[in-house]
């Protein structure tokens, strides 16, 4: 069964960090994009990151850039987000999510999503 | 970057109702646009990518057309089960936007 099974995540301070974690199963990792989608509470999605598959490439979004880094690890077929510099406003469930062969594709698979919370 | 628009924001109809919604992009994207079903606490699904072309599984009831900057998405006889939230998504080019949502309602 092709699958993405997020860990991490939780309750965090103004501030700090936190890494994110996505294991897939199923496909064969290291030939799809993968990025990060995040969802506000009670609003609509908004993509974070993306990465190539062989992790040569990211690209963020401008509101966590320089923050946020998206990376991989294609022999342990896992994506990690890890997210430094914390505010209020990055609250929100996190999303992994499969794309295809190149960043500029379909998010087919996803995560079920994790839900981080910055607050003092 | 790329703005995407959708309209109704919100829509109340009934079981066997043709249902249908609109998206536009603030620049042409060719056939770049995705759209997604999400229900609540859920993950959002992929049903129609390339503009028109049906994902693997998803009911024939959903359907995509359109390109360069004006795409719409139909479902043609709406089920109870497709009380959700529709997001279009572009991917022409970084950054990769979603449009607002439209919330689909049962009469």
């Known amino acids: 069964e092709v699958q993405l099974l997020q860990s991490g995540g939780g309750l965090v301070q103004p501030g700090g960090s936190l890494r994110l974690s996505c294991a897939a199963s199923?496909?064969?990792?290291?030939?799809?994009?993968m990025s990060w989608v995040r969802q506000a509470p009670g609003k609509g999605l908004e993509w974070v990151s993306v990465?190539?598959?062989?992790?040569?490439?990211?690209y963020n979004a401008d509101s966590v850039k320089g923050r946020f880094t998206i990376s991989r690890d294609n022999s342990k077929n896992t994506l990690y987000l890890q997210m430094n510099g914390l505010r209020a406003e990055d609250t929100a469930v996190y999303y992994c999510?499969?794309?295809?062969?190149?960043?500029?594709?379909?998010?087919?698979?996803w995560g079920q999503g994790t839900m981080v919370t910055v607050s003092s | 970057d790329i703005q995407m628009t959708q309209s109704p924001s919100s829509l109340s109809a009934s079981v066997g109702d043709r249902v249908t919604i609109t998206c536009q992009a603030s620049?042409?994207?060719?056939?770049?646009l995705n759209w997604y079903q999400q229900k609540p606490g859920k993950a959002p699904k992929l049903l129609i990518y390339?503009?028109?072309n049906l994902e693997t599984g998803v009911p024939s009831r959903f359907s995509g057309s359109g390109s360069g900057t004006d795409f719409t998405f139909t479902i043609s006889s709406l089920q109870p089960e497709d009380v959700a939230t529709y997001y279009c998504?572009?991917?022409?080019?970084?950054?990769?936007?979603f449009g607002p949502g439209t919330k689909v309602h049962m009469k």
């Open positions: 620049q042409d994207i060719s056939n770049y």
């Open positions: 999510a499969k794309s295809g062969a190149t960043i500029l594709d379909a998010f087919d698979i």
């Open positions: 390339g503009a028109s």
């Open positions: 199923g496909f064969t990792f290291s030939t799809y994009a």
């Open positions: 990465i190539t598959s062989t992790g040569s490439s990211t």
């Open positions: 998504q572009q991917y022409d080019n970084i950054p990769l936007t």
